[in-house]
Structure formats: C-alpha cells, structure tokens
C-alpha cells in the first residue's frame, strides 16, 4: 500500500465498515478483464475504437468547484446512459497510485468521486459486466462509452 492510497482506504472506513464500499485487494484482474471489452493499448483504451464514445475535457475548469461540477455533470450523463443512475453497482480502480479497487452503488459513488479523482492516475469507473466505462485521465479529460465487444467476448 501506499500513502494515498491509505489516506483513501481511511476515508473510506465508515463507508467499508458499514459493508457499502467493498475493497477489492487487487485491481490487476480488472485492468486483465477490461482487455475483453474494450480496444486497449499499453496507454490504456483507445477511445477511437469506441463507437459513440463520449470525450468531455475538463482542461478550462477555472477552479477545484468547477472541475468538480464539470465531472459530476459527466458522471451524470455516464449513469444515465449505463442506468447506474438508480442503484446499479459500479467498480472504481485506478492505474498509478492505488492498487486495489472499490465495489459501491453508483449514487454513493457519485458523492464521493472527488476523492478518487484527485488521486494523481487515471481513474476508471464500470459497471460489474464491464459494458460501460468512465475514464477520467489525469490530464483532465473525461472518456465514457460503451464496450464495442459486449455481445460477443466475455470476461
């Protein structure tokens, strides 16, 4: 473990202890699984192989409160699309500073996204399938779609 990750992991103790935030120890068979559903390079997806994928920069926000508002908004047009708006249960992981991932209801999610999104990485959040991903990449670009392979790949 790390120091931000910790920090995280101490935040998030209520939330873990009252069984609504689940820790997954190892993110590392999610970044495997992800291969089967989307177009990944060593960089990560490759959105332009994503038909109908969404890019959101984040780049102009004027303030912390504006980049915040800027990727709740995303966040919002994410769970709309997926419908984990309501209660759908999503996994949240990262590829730098954290090594494990976090299971929770979308909505709980949605509050506490800032804490993900200002660990220095990108920040993948997907539905349980894996059909839907958000990526924040951390030079402040939002990414979301959905699996071009859903219907014929499995994990």
């Not at 609504?20 to 699984?33: C, H, K």
């Not at 299971?103 to 993948?124: D, G, I, N």
Request: proline share 6%; aromatic share 12%.
């Amino acid at each position: 473990m790390n120091t931000l990750e910790d920090a995280l992991i101490s935040t998030l103790k209520q939330y873990i202890s009252d069984s609504r935030v689940a820790v997954i120890e190892d993110d590392g068979p999610l970044f495997e699984s992800m291969k089967h559903f989307y177009p990944v390079t060593r960089s990560g997806i490759d959105w332009n192989k994503v038909p109908m994928h969404v890019h959101i920069p984040v780049v102009g926000a004027a303030s912390h409160e504006d980049r915040v508002a800027v990727l709740r908004g995303a966040l919002g047009q994410f769970g709309s699309a997926s419908r984990l708006t309501s209660a759908g249960m999503c996994l949240v992981f990262g590829d730098n500073v954290t090594e494990k991932a976090f299971r929770m209801e979308y909505p709980l999610f949605m509050s506490l996204s800032p804490l993900f999104f200002e660990m220095p990485q990108v920040t993948y959040v997907v539905s349980e399938d894996m059909a839907w991903c958000f990526e924040v990449a951390y030079d402040d670009h939002v990414f979301f779609g959905r699996s071009p392979f859903t219907e014929t790949r499995k994990p």
